[in-house]
């Protein structure tokens, strides 16, 4: 019984450890600022005005949605051609097929310290800079979405398969409309990940992106903390940092299971 | 593959849809990864400010990085915060989910507390973790000197200001860690304890020679996965630090990243990227010499 209780008090420290530092930023940001400093919770007085500020200084609306757009255009673009490669690998056979499986496991184990800068040079070479193309292209298909499919796809019954090519269908069909709905639980694992990962990347924006009007959600927002716009003012960058954190918590609140158990499977298997 | 091939021309058939699916992949890979590859065993042994043009210095980027302080100081920075950063990691990850695979309630709870730092940006992490370290307003110098303590200059002090990252990044990564620990514990045989139990094993006993040598895979992984994460570290730094005081922050990739994209020095970026994937390899290959051992299963 005493164990017992002191595993409880073990894990609800460990849990108030994890929550409430978010708590205390959501309160800190309705605070007027010179009560930010203070160890009470709550403020004397409730306030938008960090937030006001924000809205005022940076045009983090459209930086939302440029990484909605962003995001949303490299999940498709993973799971429509990640898939189509997993399909060929899994289902069809080709010469050189298990050469092209040797290739894509290698350009797994390649340091992206190796590539950034050639490919940051690319990137000017193509006159992508500044533009959506830079954010999109370059992740427009993934190593490790390939293997999650291909993976998947093998264990589907041969029957299901075959019974649509004797009626006729394309591989794309059977692709896209049979063998998709039989592999859900892969789509949102690949789904998820993509979305999340492209959502708060930080560090290819901040390099191919000047433009504030393309710049993402999150390198918008360390742009905003490191530089002077902030003047110093604790409240408006924890807005920042509030509003950057509100879509993606609102989604994990809601498909927590699926977060936790896709970003198992690519531990264990990346 | 046991494909069955009803008609004779279905090979063929199969042949040309394989080539149409894999082709995406093809002109992706040709493009965004194997000319980069290239590009960058070209650009090390060159001089070029990505303006003007290339000019070839031979091994003469290796050389300024040898006699580079800077370099070597960022590299001895980043070691500082992964021999803090791993093991604390792995202490509290398997602490966590040795408690989480009781027999206990709301453990759907517990994970999605402690995962939650993982799926938020790292952006607002370090943002939020620069006001709560703060040496005049933060909450814990203040929560400090409530309780009669005195002030700790979590950011402001060379040595400290590395080992401060560090609790940070474990506390944003930890639960990721937690979440796989707890599948390496959920696969260990309950028969084997019980047989221990047996024997006379204390808890204790039974976690050292039971469930560590059982879960010796998951923890290679963690090992392994944490220090290619830690030798990026980037963004924690750039947003907290700026790599000071003192560039007592400074971690080799964010050297790289102002050389590269502050002063456009691309050739000496490169080479510098490319000496950090070496030693990456080389502690990774380390790593599994000491923490490998083989397993019953």
């Not at chain 1, 920042?240 to 994990?252: E, S």
């Not at chain 2, 915060?81 to 695979?101: G, S, T």
Request: charged share 10%.
């Amino acid at each position: 019984m005493f164990k017992r209780t002191l595993f409880y008090l073990a894990l609800m420290v460990g849990a108030f450890t994890f929550i409430y530092p978010f708590l205390w930023m959501a309160a800190a940001t309705l605070k007027p600022e010179y009560e930010i400093p203070q160890l009470s919770f709550f403020g004397s007085r409730i306030t938008a005005e960090s937030y006001r500020l924000v809205l005022e200084k940076i045009p983090v609306v459209r930086a939302f949605f440029n990484s909605l757009i962003v995001s949303a255009s490299v999940t498709a673009s993973v799971l429509v051609f990640s898939s189509m490669v997993g399909y060929a690998l899994s289902r069809l056979k080709f010469k050189g097929r298990e050469i092209i499986f040797t290739v894509i496991l290698f350009t797994m184990m390649i340091p992206f310290q190796i590539t950034l800068i050639p490919m940051y040079v690319l990137i000017v070479k193509l006159g992508w800079t500044d533009t959506y193309l830079a954010l999109i292209v370059p992740y427009m298909i993934n190593a490790f979405g390939i293997i999650l499919f291909r993976q998947f796809f093998k264990a589907i019954p041969q029957d299901v398969i075959d019974a649509a090519r004797i009626d006729g269908c394309s591989e794309l069909r059977i692709l896209f409309q049979i063998v998709w709905p039989l592999s859900v639980p892969a789509l949102v694992t690949v789904g998820i990940i993509v979305f999340m990962m492209t959502w708060n990347e930080v560090l290819w924006p901040l390099i191919v992106i000047k433009k504030t009007e393309i710049m993402t959600m999150p390198q918008m927002v360390a742009l905003f903390a490191v530089g002077g716009q902030a003047e110093n003012l604790i409240g408006v960058r924890l807005a920042a940092a509030m509003m950057l954190t509100i879509p993606v918590l609102v989604v994990y609140i809601f498909f927590q299971r699926h977060f936790i158990q896709s970003m198992a499977t690519t531990g264990l298997k990346g | 593959m046991e494909q069955r091939t009803p008609i004779q021309t279905e090979k063929e058939k199969g042949d040309r849809a394989g080539y149409l699916f894999v082709l995406p992949y093809i002109i992706f890979f040709l493009v965004f990864t194997a000319y980069p590859l290239i590009f960058s065993f070209i650009l090390v042994f060159h001089r070029w400010n990505i303006v003007g043009p290339m000019q070839w210095i031979g091994l003469g980027n290796f050389a300024t990085l040898l006699h580079d302080p800077l370099f070597w100081k960022s590299l001895w920075n980043t070691a500082r915060f992964l021999i803090i950063h791993i093991p604390l990691q792995i202490a509290v990850a398997l602490v966590l989910a040795e408690i989480l695979n009781q027999h206990i309630r709301f453990r759907g709870f517990f994970r999605a507390a402690f995962f939650l730092p993982v799926v938020i940006s790292g952006v607002v992490v370090t943002i939020l973790w620069q006001q709560l370290y703060s040496t005049d307003t933060g909450l814990i110098n203040l929560s400090l000197s409530k309780l009669g303590l005195s002030r700790v200059p979590w950011l402001t002090s060379t040595t400290l200001a590395m080992p401060s990252i560090a609790i940070m990044a474990t506390w944003k990564n930890v639960g990721f860690y937690v979440v796989l620990f707890l599948a390496g514990l959920q696969s260990v045989p309950r028969n084997l304890y019980e047989v221990a139990e047996l024997d006379g094993a204390s808890k204790i006993q039974q976690f050292l020679k039971i469930t560590i040598p059982v879960i010796n895979p998951v923890v290679v992984l963690v090992v392994i996965l944490s220090t290619i994460n830690g030798f990026s570290l980037f963004i924690e730094p750039y947003v907290m630090t700026s790599g000071g005081p003192l560039n007592s922050t400074l971690s080799t990739f964010l050297y790289i990243y102002k050389e590269a994209f502050s002063f456009y020095k691309m050739g000496y970026a490169a080479s510098m990227g490319f000496v950090l994937a070496a030693v990456i390899l080389s502690v990774v290959l380390v790593q599994r010499k000491i923490v490998e051992t083989d397993t019953y299963t």
